[in-house]
C-alpha cells in the first residue's frame, strides 16, 4: 500500500476581483485605492488531499495466490486507488446593487450593531422549508420577509456618495472523493492487458455552497440565500474505462 496526505496553506489577495491577468477595472476612488483591496477570488485558505493505492491480496504470486490462468485474469491482481479532497469555501462579496458613489456599488451596511464575524457565522447549508431541491445558503433569519436580506442584519447605503462597507465572507467547505482500479494481464508471448476504471465523485455527493467563486450577492434580491443547483451539478458520479493491448 502507498499512501500520501498534503496540507496547503495558501492566501490571495489582490486589488480587483477578478480571476486573471487580462481583466481591468477601476478603482473606486482615487482618494483611497485600498478599497480595492481584498481577497482574490481563488483564494482558497486550506486543502487537504490524500491518495493511496493499496494492492489487493488476490492473484498470481500475492496473499491469496489464485493459480487458475482465467480465474486470475478476472479476480487477480487488482489495484485499487483513492483521492479525496477536502477545502475551505472560496470567497463571496455583499453589494447592494445600488450604484451610487462614482457609478460604482456603495456597498452594504451593518445594522444594529452586527459584525461580519457574526454573519460569517450564519453561512451554513440546509433544505429550504417550501422549495424541494433548493438550498438556504445562510440561516433562515438573515432573510426577510420579502426574501431580500433581513434588514436588521444587512441593508445597502442609501446616502448618493458615501460609502457603506464591503463585506466579503467565505463559503462552506467542500469535499470530493474519486477511487480507480487498475490492472495489468499477460497475455501471449510479451503482449498485455491492461484495465483502467475511473470513477468520479465516488459517492454521488452534491456539493451544495455559496455563490462560490467570483460570487456577488446582492442583498436586495428577493432569492437571497437561497441556491437550486449544487456547484457540482454538471459532475455528478461519472465511471470512465480505458483498456490497452500491449505488444
Request: glycine share 10%; charged share 15%; aromatic share 8%.
Amino acid at each position: 500500500m502507498t499512501a500520501n496526505v498534503n496540507y496547503t496553506l495558501a492566501k490571495n489577495t489582490g486589488n480587483i476581483f477578478a480571476d486573471n491577468a487580462t481583466q481591468s477595472g477601476n478603482y473606486l476612488t482615487l482618494r483611497d485605492k485600498a478599497k480595492n483591496n481584498g481577497p482574490a477570488p481563488f483564494d482558497v485558505r486550506h486543502v487537504v488531499q490524500g491518495y493511496a493505492l493499496y494492492d489487493l491480496p488476490f492473484g498470481r504470486g500475492r496473499h491469496f495466490d489464485i493459480s487458475n490462468n482465467v480465474l486470475d485474469a478476472i479476480a487477480g491482481g487488482w489495484t485499487l486507488g483513492g483521492l479525496v479532497t477536502a477545502q475551505s469555501g472560496t470567497p463571496f462579496r455583499l453589494v447592494s446593487g445600488r450604484q451610487t458613489v462614482n457609478t460604482s456599488d456603495a456597498g452594504v451596511v451593518l445594522m444594529n450593531g452586527h459584525t461580519v464575524e457574526e454573519i460569517q457565522n450564519l453561512i451554513t447549508i440546509r433544505p429550504h422549508p417550501t422549495q424541494p431541491g433548493s438550498r438556504y445558503w445562510v440561516d433562515p433569519i438573515l432573510v426577510g420577509p420579502d426574501g431580500a436580506a433581513n434588514p436588521e442584519y444587512l441593508a445597502p447605503a442609501t446616502v448618493p456618495g458615501e460609502w457603506g462597507q464591503t463585506i466579503y465572507l467565505r463559503g462552506r467547505n467542500v469535499w470530493t472523493l474519486d477511487a480507480s482500479f487498475n490492472k495489468t494481464t499477460p497475455l501471449v508471448g510479451r503482449s498485455a492487458l491492461s484495465i483502467h476504471v475511473t470513477i468520479q465523485n465516488l459517492l454521488n455527493h452534491a456539493v451544495w455552497s455559496t455563490p462560490g467563486f467570483l460570487g456577488n450577492v446582492d442583498i436586495t434580491s428577493t432569492t437571497f440565500g437561497i441556491t437550486n443547483n449544487p456547484i457540482n451539478n454538471n459532475t455528478p458520479r461519472n465511471i470512465y474505462s480505458r483498456v490497452t493491448v500491449m505488444f
